[in-house]
């Protein structure tokens, strides 16, 4: 995946809004923080100017998608956010059996649910996982993730 790929990754994650009714708002209870994703797959970095992000996820997530496999109930994909070298968020996907379902067809992002955090691992209350969604609904063919592509020459 190409810095600009991952620009429009971050882009979305950080700005992206959708105007939904209340029948469609994320439980912010669903994705917890995952306190070990550093032990899982390094799999990415993107430097834009005072801006780098990591990327992690599973091993059973990778070498899922180098097996031309479905992501597997339970992938969590995390990207941790630096600003001028100082931890700005944690954005996390989380795929779980049932999850999305109360979401319009419009914006259902399959079995995904997303949550920001902030660096003391709180809930970023700012960070509505609508705008995740709205992002990532375009690449519906790709699991509804912006960086199979990267995972598939991950290590």
């Known amino acids: 995946m190409t810095v600009q ?3 429009i990754l971050s882009t979305g994650l950080a ?3 959708v105007a939904l009714g209340p029948q469609a708002q994320a439980d ?3 994705v917890k923080f995952p306190e070990n994703y550093a032990s899982g797959v390094h799999y990415g970095t993107a430097n834009r100017g005072n801006i780098r992000e990591e990327l992690f996820t599973s091993r059973e ?3 899922a998608v180098k097996n031309g496999r479905p992501l597997p109930n339970g992938t969590v994909i995390i990207l941790v956010d630096y600003r001028s070298g100082e931890l700005f968020r944690t954005v996390v996907m989380e795929k ?3 999850w ?3 979401y319009p067809a419009a914006l259902r992002n399959g079995e ?5 955090f902030n660096p003391d691992r709180t809930v970023k209350q700012d960070g509505q996982p609508e705008r995740c969604m709205s992002c990532h609904q375009s690449q519906a063919q790709q699991d509804f993730v912006w960086t199979i592509n990267r995972m598939k020459s991950a290590q």
């Open 96 to 98: 779980r059996s049932g």
């Open 28 to 30: 912010n209870e669903l």
């Open 15 to 17: 700005i992206g809004a």
């Open 100 to 102: 999305g379902a109360e």
């Open 5 to 7: 790929a991952l620009h």
């Open 112 to 116: 995904w649910e997303y949550q920001s």
């Open 61 to 63: 997530a990778i070498d």
